[in-house]
C-alpha cells in the first residue's frame, strides 16, 4: 500500500468527522465529530512520516495525541458548565451570545 | 499481500464506525463506535510500524477520551433527568460540504505521485522518540506539560460542585 491509500483514507474520515460537526444539534455529537477529524489528522502525519524515513512526524503525533485529550477534557467540562447554566446541550439553543 | 487485506479490513472499520458516530441516534453508541473507530486507528499505526504510537492510542484516545465522554453523557442525563435527543439537522447541505471536501482533496491526493515504497526509520523508534522529546524538542515538551496541567486546573475548576 502506497502513501496515497493512506492519505486517502485519512480524507474520508475527516470528511466524515466534517459532517458530523456540521449537522449534529448536540454539543457533545460535535466533539466527537471534532475527535474524529482531529484522528485523521494523525493517520495522515504518522503515514507521511513513514513514508518519507523522518521521525519528526511521528514526535509530532504523541504531541497531537496530548493536546486532542486536553482539548476533550476541557470541551467538555464546558459542556457540563453550560449545561448547568442553560439546562440544555442543543448548539442551537446556546445563543447567548446572539444580538 | 498481507498488507492489503489488513489495510482493507482496517479502512472498512474505520470508515464504518466513523459513519456510526455521525449517524447513530443514540448518543452512547455514538461513543462506543467513537472507541472502535480510535481503536481502528491504533491499527493503521501498527500497520505503519509505528508500535509506540498505537500503544498511546489505545491508552490516551480509545482509554482517556472515551471515558472522559461516558462520565459527560451521564452527569448532563442525571441533571436532566432523561435521555438527551442525538439527532442531525441540515443533513443535504452538510453531505454536500464534506463530499465536496473529501472530492477536493481525493482529486489533489490523486494528481500528485507520491512515495510508493517506505523509508527506513530508526532501528527503535521508542527510543527515539524518548530521545527527541527530552533534547531537540524539550521546549515543545515542557510547553505541553504546561497546557496539561493548565486543562486539568481548568476542568476541575469548571465541574466544580455548585455552591
Same mark, same amino acid.
Given at each position: @500500500?502506497?502513501?496515497?491509500?493512506?492519505?486517502?483514507?485519512?480524507?474520508? %474520515?475527516?470528511?466524515?468527522?466534517?459532517?458530523?460537526?456540521?449537522?449534529?444539534? $448536540?454539543?457533545?455529537?460535535?466533539?466527537?465529530?471534532?475527535?474524529? @477529524?482531529? $484522528?485523521?489528522? $494523525?493517520?495522515?502525519?504518522?503515514?507521511?512520516?513513514?513514508?518519507?524515513?523522518?521521525?519528526?512526524?511521528?514526535?509530532?503525533?504523541?504531541?497531537?495525541?496530548?493536546?486532542? %485529550?486536553?482539548?476533550?477534557? @476541557?470541551?467538555?467540562?464546558? %459542556?457540563?458548565?453550560?449545561?448547568?447554566?442553560?439546562?440544555?446541550? @442543543?448548539?442551537?439553543?446556546?445563543?447567548?451570545?446572539?444580538? | 499481500?498481507?498488507?492489503?487485506?489488513?489495510?482493507?479490513?482496517?479502512?472498512?472499520?474505520?470508515?464504518?464506525?466513523?459513519?456510526?458516530?455521525?449517524?447513530?441516534?443514540?448518543?452512547?453508541?455514538?461513543?462506543?463506535?467513537?472507541?472502535?473507530?480510535?481503536?481502528?486507528?491504533?491499527?493503521?499505526?501498527?500497520?505503519?510500524?509505528?508500535?509506540?504510537?498505537?500503544?498511546?492510542?489505545?491508552?490516551?484516545?480509545?482509554?482517556?477520551?472515551?471515558?472522559?465522554?461516558?462520565?459527560?453523557?451521564?452527569?448532563?442525563?442525571?441533571?436532566?433527568?432523561?435521555?438527551?435527543?442525538?439527532?442531525?439537522?441540515?443533513?443535504?447541505?452538510?453531505?454536500?460540504?464534506?463530499?465536496?471536501?473529501?472530492?477536493?482533496?481525493?482529486?489533489?491526493?490523486?494528481?500528485?505521485?507520491?512515495?510508493?515504497?517506505?523509508?527506513?526509520?530508526?532501528?527503535?523508534?521508542?527510543?527515539?522518540?524518548?530521545?527527541?522529546?527530552?533534547?531537540?524538542?524539550?521546549?515543545?515538551?515542557?510547553?505541553?506539560?504546561?497546557?496539561?496541567?493548565?486543562?486539568?486546573?481548568?476542568?476541575?475548576?469548571?465541574?466544580?460542585?455548585?455552591?
Amino acid at each position: @500500500m502506497g502513501l496515497q491509500a493512506y492519505l486517502t483514507l485519512a480524507a474520508v %474520515v475527516f470528511g466524515i468527522g466534517l459532517f458530523g460537526v456540521l449537522t449534529r444539534r $448536540n454539543t457533545i455529537g460535535i466533539l466527537l465529530g471534532i475527535e474524529l @477529524m482531529l $484522528n485523521a489528522v $494523525n493517520i495522515n502525519l504518522v503515514a507521511f512520516a513513514r513514508f518519507s524515513g523522518s521521525d519528526v512526524g511521528m514526535i509530532f503525533t504523541v504531541f497531537a495525541i496530548c493536546i486532542t %485529550v486536553a482539548e476533550a477534557a @476541557m470541551g467538555l467540562a464546558i %459542556v457540563i458548565l453550560l449545561f448547568r447554566i442553560r439546562r440544555t446541550v @442543543m448548539a442551537d439553543h446556546l445563543d447567548l451570545l446572539k444580538g | 499481500m498481507a498488507e492489503s487485506i489488513a489495510f482493507w479490513f482496517l479502512s472498512v472499520v474505520l470508515v464504518g464506525s466513523a459513519l456510526a458516530v455521525v449517524l447513530s441516534k443514540n448518543l452512547f453508541h455514538s461513543v462506543l463506535f467513537l472507541a472502535l473507530a480510535l481503536t481502528g486507528t491504533a491499527g493503521v499505526f501498527l500497520l505503519l510500524e509505528a508500535e509506540f504510537l498505537a500503544a498511546v492510542q489505545l491508552l490516551l484516545y480509545a482509554g482517556g477520551v472515551v471515558t472522559i465522554v461516558v462520565f459527560a453523557i451521564v452527569v448532563t442525563e442525571r441533571l436532566v433527568g432523561e435521555r438527551i435527543s442525538h439527532t442531525n439537522r441540515s443533513i443535504t447541505a452538510g453531505a454536500v460540504i464534506s463530499l465536496a471536501l473529501v472530492g477536493l482533496v481525493v482529486n489533489a491526493i490523486a494528481q500528485r505521485p507520491l512515495a510508493m515504497t517506505r523509508q527506513p526509520l530508526s532501528e527503535d523508534m521508542t527510543r527515539t522518540l524518548g530521545e527527541a522529546v527530552l533534547t531537540k524538542f524539550v521546549l515543545p515538551f515542557e510547553l505541553l506539560g504546561l497546557l496539561m496541567l493548565a486543562a486539568m486546573l481548568g476542568a476541575v475548576y469548571f465541574a466544580r460542585p455548585e455552591d
